[in-house]
Protein backbone atom coordinates (compact mmCIF):
# COMPACT_ATOMS: atom_id res chain seq x y z
CA UNK A 1 0.00 0.00 0.00
CA UNK A 2 1.21 3.42 -1.42
CA UNK A 3 1.90 5.51 1.87
CA UNK A 4 0.17 9.01 1.71
CA UNK A 5 1.55 12.31 1.64
CA UNK A 6 0.89 14.49 5.31
CA UNK A 7 2.74 17.28 2.95
CA UNK A 8 -0.43 17.62 1.11
CA UNK A 9 -2.46 20.91 1.35
CA UNK A 10 -5.83 20.05 2.73
CA UNK A 11 -7.19 22.14 0.20
CA UNK A 12 -7.23 22.73 -3.79
CA UNK A 13 -5.43 26.32 -5.31
CA UNK A 14 -8.72 28.87 -6.25
CA UNK A 15 -9.03 29.39 -9.80
CA UNK A 16 -7.99 32.42 -11.55
CA UNK A 17 -9.91 34.93 -11.75
CA UNK A 18 -12.42 34.72 -14.21
CA UNK A 19 -11.21 36.74 -17.59
CA UNK A 20 -14.35 36.45 -19.88
CA UNK A 21 -16.89 38.87 -21.30
CA UNK A 22 -17.79 41.91 -19.02
CA UNK A 23 -14.42 40.64 -16.18
CA UNK A 24 -11.33 42.28 -16.32
CA UNK A 25 -7.87 40.53 -15.65
CA UNK A 26 -6.02 43.74 -13.82
CA UNK A 27 -4.03 43.37 -16.77
CA UNK A 28 -5.54 44.40 -20.11
CA UNK A 29 -8.79 46.85 -20.74
CA UNK A 30 -12.04 45.34 -20.45
CA UNK A 31 -14.05 43.97 -23.49
CA UNK A 32 -16.60 45.79 -23.79
CA UNK A 33 -14.38 49.15 -24.04
CA UNK A 34 -13.62 48.72 -27.10
CA UNK A 35 -17.07 47.89 -28.81
CA UNK A 36 -18.23 51.22 -25.94
CA UNK A 37 -15.59 53.03 -27.69
CA UNK A 38 -16.46 52.48 -31.64
CA UNK A 39 -20.72 53.05 -30.90
CA UNK A 40 -19.97 56.24 -29.34
CA UNK A 41 -17.59 57.45 -32.09
CA UNK A 42 -20.08 56.42 -35.07
CA UNK A 43 -22.90 58.20 -33.05
CA UNK A 44 -20.62 61.69 -32.75
CA UNK A 45 -19.84 60.48 -36.16
CA UNK A 46 -24.02 60.04 -37.70
CA UNK A 47 -24.60 63.69 -35.18
CA UNK A 48 -22.14 65.54 -36.93
CA UNK A 49 -23.36 64.72 -40.68
CA UNK A 50 -27.01 65.09 -39.68
CA UNK A 51 -25.99 68.72 -38.21
CA UNK A 52 -24.00 69.26 -41.50
CA UNK A 53 -27.23 67.62 -43.28
CA UNK A 54 -29.75 69.70 -41.51
CA UNK A 55 -27.57 73.24 -42.33
CA UNK A 56 -27.23 72.66 -45.56
CA UNK A 57 -30.74 72.21 -46.23
CA UNK A 58 -32.35 74.97 -44.28
CA UNK A 59 -32.64 77.30 -47.66
CA UNK A 60 -34.63 74.40 -48.96
CA UNK A 61 -37.05 73.01 -45.37
CA UNK A 62 -37.94 77.17 -44.86
CA UNK A 63 -39.01 76.91 -48.85
CA UNK A 64 -41.07 73.63 -47.80
CA UNK A 65 -42.56 75.56 -45.12
CA UNK A 66 -43.44 78.40 -46.60
CA UNK A 67 -44.79 76.35 -49.58
CA UNK A 68 -46.88 74.32 -47.12
CA UNK A 69 -48.40 77.67 -45.71
CA UNK A 70 -49.30 79.14 -49.52
CA UNK A 71 -51.04 75.86 -50.13
CA UNK A 72 -52.93 76.12 -46.64
CA UNK A 73 -54.16 79.70 -47.78
CA UNK A 74 -55.50 78.78 -51.38
CA UNK A 75 -56.89 75.22 -50.25
CA UNK A 76 -60.78 77.07 -49.73
CA UNK A 77 -60.77 78.17 -53.57
CA UNK A 78 -59.05 75.05 -54.40
CA UNK A 79 -61.58 72.80 -52.52
CA UNK A 80 -64.69 75.28 -53.40
CA UNK A 81 -64.15 74.50 -57.23
CA UNK A 82 -63.07 70.92 -56.76
CA UNK A 83 -66.40 70.43 -55.20
CA UNK A 84 -68.50 71.67 -58.35
CA UNK A 85 -66.77 68.88 -60.35
CA UNK A 86 -63.35 71.28 -61.74
CA UNK A 87 -60.03 68.99 -61.26
CA UNK A 88 -58.04 69.70 -58.76
CA UNK A 89 -54.87 69.94 -60.69
CA UNK A 90 -56.90 72.54 -63.16
CA UNK A 91 -58.68 74.56 -60.09
CA UNK A 92 -55.35 74.48 -58.03
CA UNK A 93 -53.40 76.06 -61.73
CA UNK A 94 -56.18 78.77 -62.30
CA UNK A 95 -56.09 79.97 -59.07
CA UNK A 96 -52.08 80.43 -58.91
CA UNK A 97 -52.51 82.23 -62.48
CA UNK A 98 -54.97 84.97 -60.89
CA UNK A 99 -52.45 85.74 -58.08
CA UNK A 100 -49.56 85.60 -60.13
CA UNK A 101 -51.52 87.75 -62.97
CA UNK A 102 -52.18 90.30 -60.06
CA UNK A 103 -48.96 90.59 -58.88
CA UNK A 104 -47.41 90.93 -62.37
CA UNK A 105 -49.87 93.45 -63.29
CA UNK A 106 -49.51 95.61 -60.14
CA UNK A 107 -45.94 95.83 -60.39
CA UNK A 108 -45.67 96.21 -63.99
CA UNK A 109 -47.80 99.29 -62.95
CA UNK A 110 -45.59 100.44 -60.42
CA UNK A 111 -42.36 100.22 -62.62
CA UNK A 112 -43.72 102.04 -65.20
CA UNK A 113 -44.89 104.71 -62.65
CA UNK A 114 -41.94 105.00 -61.48
CA UNK A 115 -39.26 104.74 -64.11
CA UNK A 116 -41.71 108.12 -64.99
CA UNK A 117 -41.45 109.24 -62.05
CA UNK A 118 -37.51 109.06 -61.91
CA UNK A 119 -37.05 110.79 -65.47
CA UNK A 120 -39.30 113.91 -63.85
CA UNK A 121 -36.55 113.99 -60.97
CA UNK A 122 -33.84 113.98 -64.28
CA UNK A 123 -34.85 116.56 -66.07
CA UNK A 124 -35.84 118.70 -62.57
CA UNK A 125 -32.52 118.31 -60.87
CA UNK A 126 -31.16 121.06 -61.74
CA UNK A 127 -34.34 123.32 -60.45
CA UNK A 128 -34.36 121.40 -57.10
CA UNK A 129 -30.53 122.11 -56.57
CA UNK A 130 -30.70 125.19 -57.84
CA UNK A 131 -32.85 125.77 -54.58
CA UNK A 132 -31.12 124.05 -52.63
CA UNK A 133 -27.87 126.09 -53.15
CA UNK A 134 -30.00 129.43 -52.86
CA UNK A 135 -31.83 128.42 -49.38
CA UNK A 136 -28.09 127.53 -47.81
CA UNK A 137 -26.59 131.11 -49.38
CA UNK A 138 -29.21 132.51 -47.27
CA UNK A 139 -29.33 130.88 -44.38
CA UNK A 140 -25.63 130.66 -44.23
CA UNK A 141 -24.67 133.60 -46.21
CA UNK A 142 -22.49 131.93 -48.42
CA UNK A 143 -21.45 132.70 -52.08
CA UNK A 144 -21.88 128.65 -54.17
CA UNK A 145 -23.26 128.31 -57.61
CA UNK A 146 -24.79 125.53 -59.52
CA UNK A 147 -21.63 124.71 -61.16
CA UNK A 148 -18.95 124.78 -59.21
CA UNK A 149 -21.56 122.25 -56.58
CA UNK A 150 -21.58 120.12 -60.19
CA UNK A 151 -17.86 120.32 -61.01
CA UNK A 152 -16.39 119.49 -57.25
CA UNK A 153 -19.36 116.61 -57.18
CA UNK A 154 -17.98 114.87 -60.54
CA UNK A 155 -14.09 115.16 -59.76
CA UNK A 156 -14.37 113.94 -56.21
CA UNK A 157 -12.86 110.88 -55.08
CA UNK A 158 -15.54 109.15 -53.29
CA UNK A 159 -17.70 109.66 -55.94
CA UNK A 160 -15.25 107.89 -58.65
CA UNK A 161 -14.83 105.42 -55.55
CA UNK A 162 -18.47 104.86 -55.89
CA UNK A 163 -18.45 104.06 -59.67
CA UNK A 164 -15.85 101.65 -59.46
CA UNK A 165 -17.60 99.80 -56.25
CA UNK A 166 -20.95 99.56 -57.79
CA UNK A 167 -19.89 98.56 -60.99
CA UNK A 168 -17.91 95.28 -59.26
CA UNK A 169 -20.95 94.31 -57.39
CA UNK A 170 -23.16 94.35 -60.29
CA UNK A 171 -22.64 90.53 -60.80
CA UNK A 172 -23.51 90.33 -56.58
CA UNK A 173 -26.60 91.68 -57.37
CA UNK A 174 -27.44 89.81 -60.38
CA UNK A 175 -26.20 86.66 -58.16
CA UNK A 176 -28.66 87.67 -55.79
CA UNK A 177 -31.64 88.65 -58.28
CA UNK A 178 -31.09 85.55 -59.65
CA UNK A 179 -31.09 83.41 -56.44
CA UNK A 180 -34.33 84.96 -55.49
CA UNK A 181 -36.08 83.99 -58.38
CA UNK A 182 -35.24 80.41 -57.94
CA UNK A 183 -36.47 80.42 -54.52
CA UNK A 184 -39.55 81.88 -55.62
CA UNK A 185 -40.17 79.52 -58.43
CA UNK A 186 -39.32 76.07 -55.77
CA UNK A 187 -42.13 78.09 -53.57
CA UNK A 188 -44.39 77.99 -56.04
CA UNK A 189 -43.73 74.60 -57.47
CA UNK A 190 -43.89 72.99 -53.80
CA UNK A 191 -47.15 75.70 -52.94
CA UNK A 192 -48.87 74.17 -56.39
CA UNK A 193 -48.21 70.25 -55.43
CA UNK A 194 -49.36 70.73 -51.87
CA UNK A 195 -52.83 72.25 -53.07
CA UNK A 196 -53.17 70.02 -56.04
CA UNK A 197 -51.94 66.64 -54.31
CA UNK A 198 -54.08 67.59 -51.08
CA UNK A 199 -56.19 65.15 -50.51
CA UNK A 200 -53.57 62.24 -51.60
CA UNK A 201 -51.14 64.01 -49.22
CA UNK A 202 -53.60 63.62 -46.52
CA UNK A 203 -54.32 59.68 -46.87
CA UNK A 204 -50.77 59.20 -47.82
CA UNK A 205 -50.12 60.72 -43.65
CA UNK A 206 -53.14 58.71 -42.31
CA UNK A 207 -52.37 55.58 -44.41
CA UNK A 208 -49.21 55.30 -41.68
CA UNK A 209 -51.32 55.98 -38.61
CA UNK A 210 -54.19 54.12 -36.85
CA UNK A 211 -57.36 55.61 -36.97
CA UNK A 212 -57.91 57.15 -33.78
CA UNK A 213 -54.51 59.62 -35.16
CA UNK A 214 -55.81 59.58 -38.10
CA UNK A 215 -58.85 61.45 -37.08
CA UNK A 216 -56.67 64.33 -35.16
CA UNK A 217 -54.55 64.93 -37.64
CA UNK A 218 -57.33 65.72 -39.99
CA UNK A 219 -58.98 67.88 -37.53
CA UNK A 220 -55.32 69.74 -37.36
CA UNK A 221 -55.14 69.92 -41.10
CA UNK A 222 -58.65 71.54 -41.20
CA UNK A 223 -57.71 74.15 -38.15
CA UNK A 224 -54.82 75.25 -40.27
CA UNK A 225 -56.75 75.94 -43.09
CA UNK A 226 -58.73 77.97 -41.07
CA UNK A 227 -56.52 80.12 -39.36
CA UNK A 228 -53.91 80.29 -42.56
CA UNK A 229 -56.86 81.88 -43.71
CA UNK A 230 -57.89 84.14 -40.76
CA UNK A 231 -54.75 85.20 -40.68
CA UNK A 232 -54.73 86.13 -44.46
CA UNK A 233 -57.98 88.13 -44.06
CA UNK A 234 -56.85 90.02 -40.88
CA UNK A 235 -53.40 91.06 -43.28
CA UNK A 236 -55.90 92.03 -46.13
CA UNK A 237 -58.09 94.24 -43.70
CA UNK A 238 -54.56 95.98 -42.26
CA UNK A 239 -53.83 96.62 -46.02
CA UNK A 240 -56.64 98.07 -46.71
CA UNK A 241 -56.64 100.66 -43.69
CA UNK A 242 -52.85 101.05 -44.40
CA UNK A 243 -53.75 102.36 -47.83
CA UNK A 244 -56.44 104.48 -46.86
CA UNK A 245 -54.50 106.46 -44.32
CA UNK A 246 -52.08 106.96 -46.56
CA UNK A 247 -53.69 107.55 -49.38
CA UNK A 248 -55.31 110.45 -46.94
CA UNK A 249 -52.03 112.00 -46.51
CA UNK A 250 -51.05 111.69 -49.74
CA UNK A 251 -53.82 113.83 -51.64
CA UNK A 252 -53.85 116.25 -49.26
CA UNK A 253 -49.62 116.78 -49.85
CA UNK A 254 -51.12 116.57 -53.59
CA UNK A 255 -48.36 113.65 -54.64
CA UNK A 256 -49.42 112.45 -58.10
CA UNK A 257 -50.38 108.91 -58.20
CA UNK A 258 -51.79 108.61 -54.59
CA UNK A 259 -54.09 106.12 -55.57
CA UNK A 260 -51.64 103.78 -56.90
CA UNK A 261 -49.00 104.66 -54.06
CA UNK A 262 -51.99 103.50 -51.33
CA UNK A 263 -52.38 100.54 -53.11
CA UNK A 264 -48.14 99.73 -53.03
CA UNK A 265 -48.24 100.41 -49.05
CA UNK A 266 -50.86 98.87 -48.31
CA UNK A 267 -49.51 95.40 -49.61
CA UNK A 268 -45.89 96.07 -49.43
CA UNK A 269 -45.81 96.84 -45.73
CA UNK A 270 -48.37 94.00 -44.74
CA UNK A 271 -46.97 90.72 -47.19
CA UNK A 272 -43.59 91.85 -46.81
CA UNK A 273 -42.47 91.20 -43.11
CA UNK A 274 -39.90 92.96 -41.19
CA UNK A 275 -38.74 95.22 -43.74
CA UNK A 276 -42.13 95.73 -46.20
CA UNK A 277 -42.61 98.96 -43.92
CA UNK A 278 -39.78 100.58 -45.13
CA UNK A 279 -39.55 99.09 -48.81
CA UNK A 280 -43.53 100.81 -48.66
CA UNK A 281 -42.50 104.07 -47.49
CA UNK A 282 -39.44 104.76 -49.56
CA UNK A 283 -41.70 104.96 -53.02
CA UNK A 284 -44.16 107.94 -51.39
CA UNK A 285 -41.17 109.29 -50.19
CA UNK A 286 -39.67 109.57 -53.91
CA UNK A 287 -42.63 110.60 -55.54
CA UNK A 288 -42.84 113.39 -52.55
CA UNK A 289 -39.80 114.47 -52.98
CA UNK A 290 -40.73 115.63 -56.53
CA UNK A 291 -43.20 117.80 -55.67
CA UNK A 292 -41.23 119.72 -52.27
CA UNK A 293 -38.44 118.20 -50.26
CA UNK A 294 -40.54 118.93 -47.04
CA UNK A 295 -43.27 116.80 -48.44
CA UNK A 296 -40.74 113.86 -47.92
CA UNK A 297 -40.25 114.13 -44.51
CA UNK A 298 -43.99 114.80 -43.71
CA UNK A 299 -44.23 111.29 -45.69
CA UNK A 300 -41.53 109.75 -43.41
CA UNK A 301 -42.62 110.51 -40.31
CA UNK A 302 -46.43 109.96 -41.16
CA UNK A 303 -44.95 106.04 -42.34
CA UNK A 304 -43.06 105.72 -38.48
CA UNK A 305 -46.03 107.17 -36.96
CA UNK A 306 -48.64 104.66 -38.47
CA UNK A 307 -46.30 101.56 -38.24
CA UNK A 308 -46.59 102.11 -34.19
CA UNK A 309 -49.98 102.75 -34.31
CA UNK A 310 -50.08 99.36 -36.29
CA UNK A 311 -47.72 97.56 -34.43
CA UNK A 312 -49.02 98.29 -30.64
CA UNK A 313 -52.69 98.86 -31.15
CA UNK A 314 -54.20 97.68 -34.65
CA UNK A 315 -52.88 94.43 -35.45
CA UNK A 316 -53.02 92.99 -31.64
CA UNK A 317 -57.02 93.65 -32.00
CA UNK A 318 -57.58 92.48 -35.64
CA UNK A 319 -55.63 89.23 -35.37
CA UNK A 320 -57.46 88.67 -32.09
CA UNK A 321 -60.59 88.79 -33.77
CA UNK A 322 -59.76 86.65 -37.33
CA UNK A 323 -57.07 84.41 -35.67
CA UNK A 324 -58.79 83.59 -32.20
CA UNK A 325 -55.62 84.74 -30.81
CA UNK A 326 -54.69 87.03 -27.62
CA UNK A 327 -53.10 90.38 -28.62
CA UNK A 328 -49.97 89.52 -26.17
CA UNK A 329 -49.61 86.10 -27.59
CA UNK A 330 -50.07 87.35 -30.97
CA UNK A 331 -47.10 89.59 -30.78
CA UNK A 332 -44.90 87.53 -28.42
CA UNK A 333 -45.23 84.93 -31.46
CA UNK A 334 -44.20 87.00 -34.12
CA UNK A 335 -41.11 88.35 -32.06
CA UNK A 336 -40.25 84.73 -31.29
CA UNK A 337 -40.92 83.65 -34.71
CA UNK A 338 -38.57 86.39 -36.13
CA UNK A 339 -35.84 84.98 -33.84
CA UNK A 340 -35.93 81.22 -34.56
CA UNK A 341 -36.65 82.11 -38.66
CA UNK A 342 -36.18 85.43 -39.16
CA UNK A 343 -38.40 87.05 -42.03
CA UNK A 344 -40.13 83.29 -42.31
CA UNK A 345 -40.97 83.19 -38.97
CA UNK A 346 -42.30 86.21 -38.51
CA UNK A 347 -44.67 85.81 -41.71
CA UNK A 348 -46.22 82.25 -40.71
CA UNK A 349 -46.22 82.88 -36.68
CA UNK A 350 -49.21 83.76 -35.78
CA UNK A 351 -50.74 81.34 -38.08
CA UNK A 352 -48.86 78.27 -36.54
CA UNK A 353 -49.55 79.58 -33.01
CA UNK A 354 -52.96 79.98 -33.80
CA UNK A 355 -53.38 76.33 -35.13
CA UNK A 356 -51.38 74.88 -32.32
CA UNK A 357 -53.73 77.07 -29.54
CA UNK A 358 -56.86 75.35 -31.23
CA UNK A 359 -55.58 72.01 -31.86
CA UNK A 360 -54.29 71.37 -28.17
CA UNK A 361 -57.09 73.35 -26.50
CA UNK A 362 -59.60 70.08 -27.15
CA UNK A 363 -56.88 68.72 -24.73
CA UNK A 364 -57.40 70.55 -22.00
CA UNK A 365 -59.77 69.88 -19.03
CA UNK A 366 -61.46 73.05 -18.32
CA UNK A 367 -64.29 73.42 -15.08
CA UNK A 368 -67.28 75.76 -14.16
CA UNK A 369 -65.20 79.32 -12.52
CA UNK A 370 -66.28 79.79 -9.84
CA UNK A 371 -68.77 82.94 -8.77
CA UNK A 372 -66.27 85.00 -6.68
CA UNK A 373 -65.52 89.06 -6.76
CA UNK A 374 -61.79 88.14 -7.61
CA UNK A 375 -62.82 87.18 -11.05
CA UNK A 376 -64.20 89.92 -12.24
CA UNK A 377 -61.62 91.74 -10.92
CA UNK A 378 -63.44 92.76 -7.92
CA UNK A 379 -62.26 92.80 -4.33
CA UNK A 380 -64.72 91.37 -1.59
CA UNK A 381 -66.46 92.86 0.65
CA UNK A 382 -65.31 93.05 3.81
CA UNK A 383 -66.67 94.20 7.19
CA UNK A 384 -65.28 96.30 10.22
CA UNK A 385 -63.33 92.96 11.62
CA UNK A 386 -61.49 92.01 8.76
CA UNK A 387 -59.33 94.92 8.51
CA UNK A 388 -55.49 94.37 9.61
CA UNK A 389 -56.60 95.79 13.24
CA UNK A 390 -59.34 93.98 13.82
CA UNK A 391 -57.56 90.65 12.67
CA UNK A 392 -54.58 91.74 15.01
CA UNK A 393 -56.72 92.90 18.04
CA UNK A 394 -57.95 88.85 17.36
CA UNK A 395 -55.68 87.42 17.27
CA UNK A 396 -54.45 89.12 20.67
CA UNK A 397 -57.71 88.16 22.10
CA UNK A 398 -56.89 84.54 21.27
CA UNK A 399 -53.42 84.50 22.95
Not at 179 to 185: C, I, Q, R
Not at 332 to 344: D, H, P, Q, Y
Request: proline share 6%; net charge positive.
Amino acid sequence: MAATDDTAPDHAPPPPPDTGAGGSSGAGMPRWLPRAMAAALALFACFQLASWAFHQLIGLLLNILIAFFLALAVEPAVGRMSARGMRRGLATGIVYLGVIGAFAGFFTLMGSMLADQIVTMVENFPTYLDSVISWINRTFRTDLSRVEVQDSLLHSDWLRKYVQNSAGGVLDISATVLGGLFKLLTVLLFSFYFAADGPRLRRALCSVLPPTRQAEVLRAWEIAVDKTGGYLYSRALMALISGGAHYVLLEVLGVPYAPALAVWVGIISQFIPTIGTYLAGALPMLLAFTVDPWYAVWVLGFVVIYQQFENYLLQPRITAKTVDLHPAVAFGSVVAGTALLGAVGALIAIPATATLQAFLGAYVKRYDVTDDPRVHGRRPRRGPGDSVLGRLFRAWRGR
